[in-house]
């Protein structure tokens, strides 16, 4: 028999973007296990309890239009957004079911093809939506964009027509110019997913370098004495710099005859004079493009979720391995080289380079939980759960407390 609605699951996320390119807001997605019914109250009540006014917004996506509808029937004012697929409406229970809601204060957000989009009406049930563009669309918009940038001084009536709605949200964008046009121009809500590939395609050319920001926030902490928590938490959010700052506590310039395994025990030993020269030294040709902020943060979600799923309680040392093995996870995307060759240069534990390299290992099965759970594979997700015996009430446990610990970074005003 379950015992809580969070063993009737199987959840997985998708993070939306906001137009500082900083995380605006968790897409849940909610699946009900085979053979069980959800308690549609009970999930509300329970996500109610977890969540907190910091957290991202959450917007659920149901995979079933009965687990919508029950979810529909149930949903106030206080629940989470949730998404309600066009094409579901046809059917004229569930149609009912959206305007009952609705009229009950429950915030919903249309999702479909921005050609589908209903046209506006102040009695529609829908906040805004979650589009996604047709090849046409995609093209168009990239046309508009391209003559803006090569004309950013002539009037906006002499520009091509951009398909693209403002104060809506958008999904799967294939380019970093399409997310930029949404975003920057047609002040796009929100975008959900990232093109990490055409982001770092633009960057082949040099050594990524770290970014500008995180190496800012050290250098204030040092200039402000603070904690070494402090630093290794801001240091803890740049994977690039991560590894450079291992890889400089390793080498023969440092002079150290142990090897260094983790950020706690190199900020130890380096000492806040010499870090601060080495950040100091790395600020000229630091990153400044926001567009790889996504990049980073993704990484550090995936390191996190390894964190709470594993659960490494009051073992520090054994919790920062872990984190780190999941942070590392991606490393070749930004460095471009075989991740075993990258890892193979820290003196980093086994289990580090087992999970990463050769899948196996104590640490395999979280990480590559971790990495279905990130890309919403739903059957990955079971398929994975059930061989390694992650009990599933526990594992969405884990993933909601990571998401709900998570702070969202306000977006700077829109500007006409």
């Not at 998708?14 to 137009?19: I, V």
């Not at 070749?332 to 390299?357: K, M, W």
Request: proline share 8%; charged share 20%.
């Amino acid at each position: 028999m379950v015992q809580s609605v969070l063993g009737s699951l199987t959840l997985a996320y998708r993070p939306l973007w906001g137009r500082n390119r900083e995380l605006s807001g968790i897409l849940l997605q909610v699946a009900a296990e085979p053979a069980c019914r959800v308690d549609a109250p009970h999930l509300l009540r329970t996500l109610d309890e977890l969540w907190h006014a910091d957290a991202p917004p959450l917007l659920l996506s149901c995979d079933h239009p009965e687990l919508l509808s029950d979810l529909l029937a149930h949903a106030g004012p206080e629940a989470p957004h949730i998404s309600v697929p066009g094409d579901w409406l046809q059917h004229p229970v569930l149609l009912q079911q959206v305007q009952a809601a609705h009229q009950r204060g429950a915030p919903l957000v249309w999702r479909g093809r921005l050609r589908d989009l209903p046209r506006s009406d102040p009695s529609r049930p829908f906040q805004h939506g979650l589009l996604s563009l047709e090849p046409e669309d995609a093209v168009e918009a990239l046309q508009a964009a391209a003559q803006q940038k090569r004309f950013p001084n002539a009037p906006s009536t002499a520009f091509l027509r951009s398909p693209i709605l403002p104060a809506h949200s958008y999904e799967d964008l294939a380019s970093a110019a399409l997310v930029g046009h949404c975003l920057d121009h047609k002040h796009a809500h929100a975008v959900l997913g990232w093109p990490v590939e055409d982001v770092l395609y633009a960057h082949r050319l040099r050594e990524l370098p770290p970014s500008r920001a995180v190496l800012e926030r050290l250098l204030r902490a040092i200039v402000r004495d603070e904690s070494m928590d402090l630093l290794e938490d801001i240091l803890s959010e740049e994977p690039l710099l991560c590894y450079r700052f291992l890889t400089l506590a390793n080498s023969a310039a440092l002079g150290l005859r142990t090897g260094i395994e983790s950020l706690r025990h190199g900020l130890m030993m380096m000492g806040y004079t010499q870090l601060e020269k080495w950040l100091v030294g790395l600020l000229p040709s630091a990153s400044t493009d926001p567009d790889l902020q996504p990049v980073r943060m993704g990484m550090v979600l995936r390191a996190r979720l390894m964190e709470h799923i594993l659960d490494a309680g009051v073992e520090e040392d054994l919790r920062r391995e872990v984190y780190l093995c999941g942070l590392f996870s991606q490393l070749d995307l930004l460095l471009g080289e075989p991740l075993g060759t990258l890892l193979h240069r820290l003196p980093l534990s086994d289990r580090i380079y087992s999970a990463n390299v050769t899948h196996s290992g104590p640490y395999a099965a979280a990480l590559d939980l971790a990495r279905a759970l990130g890309e919403g594979d739903m059957a990955a997700i079971r398929t994975l759960r059930e061989a390694h015996e992650f009990d599933t009430e526990s594992l969405n446990r884990a993933l909601l407390h990571m998401l709900c610990s998570q702070r969202v970074t306000p977006a700077p005003p829109t500007t006409a």
